[in-house]
T-cell receptor
Framework: NAGVTQTPKFRILKIGQSMTLQCTQD?????MYWYRQDPGMGLKLIYY???????DKGEVPNGYNVSRSTTEDFPLRLELAAPSQTSVYFC?????????????FGSGTRLTVV | RKEVEQDPGPFNVPEGATVAFNCTYS??????FFWYRQDCRKEPKLLMS???SGNEDGRFTAQLNRASQYISLLIRDSKLSDSATYLC????????????FGSGTRLQVQP
């Protein structure tokens, strides 16, 4: 099925550990995004990409890194996990920045840092 | 000031009721507006885009007031299945080319 696939769905990390959240889309979308959502809050933009090889910081980039080597993949890297990074992470893609079709979201990764 | 502000609710309404949600945005350069729906522990999904002339999709009506920087969503004849969080979303074409999400308004429709 076409869409955005995120892995893993759940993960528990210890403080200081690192991990990569994977995101893949098969819709040939140029734009991809990483958001985090804390309980009872809206989504906050971490990083985004407007095409392969191009990434830019969002509202809350500290503690994260991204890369975009292909159109399909947009992994998010946490280098030194901290309890403040406990959140639900959503990856999304769109065909253009202001697309009236909106974003297609992955089902999310629930991360707990202990 | 938050870029997109919404009343968090919850709005508790009986089935069949009409309910309205409001949202304000701070960036006057914003050009695209949306309402997303998010079910508990799920990803957000596009409910409808919001156009300057106002638009309707079945029981849902969205309106935009650019002068007041205000967006609204009206749900008529509420169903139990409408229970969810409704996110007001704005696209800013200057600076970050990404959607900015409000914190959401929670709706609980009761039998």
């Amino acid at each position: 099925n076409a869409g955005v696939t995120q892995t893993p769905k759940f993960r528990i990390l210890k403080i200081g550990q690192s991990m990569t959240l994977q995101c893949t889309q098969d819709m040939n979308h140029n734009y991809m995004y990483w958001y985090r959502q804390d309980p009872g809050m809206g989504l906050k933009l971490i990083y985004y990409s407007v095409g392969a090889g191009i990434t830019d910081k969002g509202e809350v980039p500290n503690g994260y890194n991204v890369s975009r080597s292909t159109t399909e993949d947009f992994p998010l890297r946490l280098e030194l996990a901290a309890p403040s990074q406990t959140s639900v992470y959503f990856c999304a893609s769109s065909s253009q920045a202001g697309s009236v079709d909106g974003y297609t979201f992955g089902s999310g990764t629930r991360l707990t840092v202990v | 000031r938050k870029e997109v502000e919404q009343d968090p609710g919850p709005f508790n309404v009986p089935e069949g009721a009409t309910v309205a949600f409001n949202c304000t945005y701070s960036n006057s350069a914003s050009q695209s507006f949306f309402w997303y729906r998010q079910d508990c522990r799920k990803e957000p999904k596009l409910l409808m885009s919001v156009y300057s002339s106002g638009n309707e999709d079945g029981r849902f009506t969205a309106q935009l007031n650019r002068a007041s920087q205000y967006i609204s969503l009206l749900i008529r004849d509420s169903k139990l299945s409408d229970s969810a969080t409704y996110l007001c979303v704005v696209n800013e074409v200057t600076g970050r080319r990404a959607l900015t999400f409000g914190s959401g308004t929670r709706l609980q429709v009761q039998p």
